[in-house]
């Protein structure tokens, strides 16, 4: 799981104070060289950000950077009634939102829009669900395929999904960060699970995890 | 597999539907204890319902996010080069201009203060030696019928209809001289800020000699006395 430091670090100084409050006090007090010490644990959410939604690593490596920076600029506007990662990851979505929308014709914005459909989806395969171990990550082709199957989706379902499940903002801040209902948020993820599940159930035919350690009690297909 | 709904208790077609509240424990108690017992008799359900655990799982583990090569130590060399931005002075476009001029005002301060300490003789060409610090690529205004030139916003532009723009050192080339008017302004206000002495501490020499050296420069002000100590 994805470190919060602002739960899990106490600062010794300050008792009662977390390390990350220390630091953000003292950033925007203008120790401004704390500020990278300050993101580092969450370059790979705000990074993840970005690429969920501009799907182009070199875009995503900018726009994070350039949204660490503009955080960095704005960080006295940081209210410590909200989380600091949310926070990031919010100034990030809005920069990517922003660069996507000066990249991508207006006309077809609209029509992906219409084309999007939010029916609802039902699951494809029913067989016992042979669990993919976190282990599994270890290895680089488990986690490329894991990456293809998230970027085959739809785009306003894996903007969701990255953001909730990956990004670990709530349904609200979601909704809020990508500018949609609640309701909106709640069908996208329901979808975006459901079919993501499919494909890794699919990616076990397919031999995706054959050489994953086949766990007692389960049973292949 | 899609069971009727009887009792109350949801379908398998409801139970999908609502698998992804049931993950995120947003449902009425009721609903969450129907789905329980569903999926206790269900092993399509409690597949749906575990592959979707897992998934979000394995999604949420950083070893997913693979990073680019480099990132840290890019945004780790940015936020330097901005922290140390940010260490300078920020210029605002109406200030930009400024900063040439302010320049140039303490430059002829500096020179009519040597002048009056060494030599005690006025330059021949006041205007023309004090130009020899000016940014060359410093934007200034010359305008016909006048051998001076001018910063921008300077009052004392003579024949504005034929103002025009050009570089200090093209200025300077042409033979224009600098306006000692616009100098003066801001020679005074950076000479307080740093507070070298004020009028109070004018001795009688130093008023004569400026009174005498304001005869001889026609743009001189009492003002201008401060830069002479």
């Known amino acids: 799981m994805m470190a919060e430091p602002n739960v899990v670090l106490n600062n010794p100084d300050q008792p009662g104070v977390t390390r990350e409050e220390d630091l953000i006090a003292r950033v925007q007090r203008g120790q401004t060289e704390l500020f990278y010490e300050l993101v580092r644990p969450y370059e790979r959410r705000v990074y993840a950000a970005a690429l969920a939604i501009l799907r182009n690593e070199a875009d995503a490596d900018d726009t994070a950077q350039e949204a660490l920076l503009k955080a960095l600029a704005h960080i006295r506007q940081f209210r410590a009634e909200a989380r600091f990662s949310t926070w990031l990851i919010q100034i990030t979505v809005n920069e990517a939102l922003m660069r996507r929308r000066r990249e991508r014709n207006a006309v077809m914005e609209s029509v992906d829009e219409r084309q999007d459909s939010e029916s609802d989806y039902a699951p494809r395969d029913f067989a016992d669900w042979r669990e993919i171990p976190s282990e599994a990550l270890e290895r680089k082709e488990v986690r490329q395929r894991l990456a293809e199957a998230l970027a085959s989706l739809d785009r306003k379902y894996r903007e969701v999904f990255v953001l909730r499940d990956m990004e670990q903002l709530n349904i609200q801040e979601t909704a809020e960060a990508l500018g949609i209902s609640v309701a909106s948020v709640k069908t996208r993820l329901l979808r975006a699970r459901l079919m993501l599940r499919d494909l890794l159930a699919r990616g076990w035919e397919e031999g995706w995890f054959s050489r994953l350690p086949f766990q007692k009690g389960t049973k292949p297909w | ?229």
């Open chain 2, 1 to 229: 597999m899609v069971n009727d709904k009887t009792n109350g208790k949801p379908n398998c077609e409801q139970v999908w539907r609502e698998i992804s509240n049931y993950l995120e424990n947003d449902l009425e108690p009721s609903l969450r204890d129907a789905m329980d017992e569903h999926f206790r008799t269900c092993p399509a359900c409690r597949s749906v319902l575990e592959g979707t655990r897992n998934v979000v799982s394995l999604y949420r583990d950083e070893r997913m996010i693979e990073m680019p090569a480099g990132f840290s130590r890019r945004l780790e060399r940015r936020i330097a080069q901005n922290v140390r931005a940010a260490g300078r002075p920020r210029w605002s476009s109406w200030s930009a201009w400024m900063i040439p001029v302010a320049a140039l005002l303490l430059f002829a301060g500096g020179l009519r203060l040597a002048n009056s300490i060494s030599t005690r003789e006025p330059l021949k060409n006041e205007h023309a030696q004090q130009a020899h610090h000016i940014p060359p690529e410093m934007p200034v205004i010359v305008s016909a019928g006048a051998k001076v030139f001018h910063a921008a916003g300077c009052p004392f532009i003579h024949n504005k209809a034929t103002e025009r723009t050009i570089t200090a050192k093209e200025a300077m080339e042409q033979g224009y001289v600098p306006c000692l008017r616009c100098m003066r302004k801001y020679m005074d206000t950076t000479v307080a800020k740093a507070g070298s002495g004020s009028e109070d501490d004018d001795d009688e020499s130093t008023a004569a000699e400026i009174e005498k050296n304001e005869k001889h420069d026609p743009v001189a002000q009492p003002e201008a006395r401060n830069l002479r100590q």
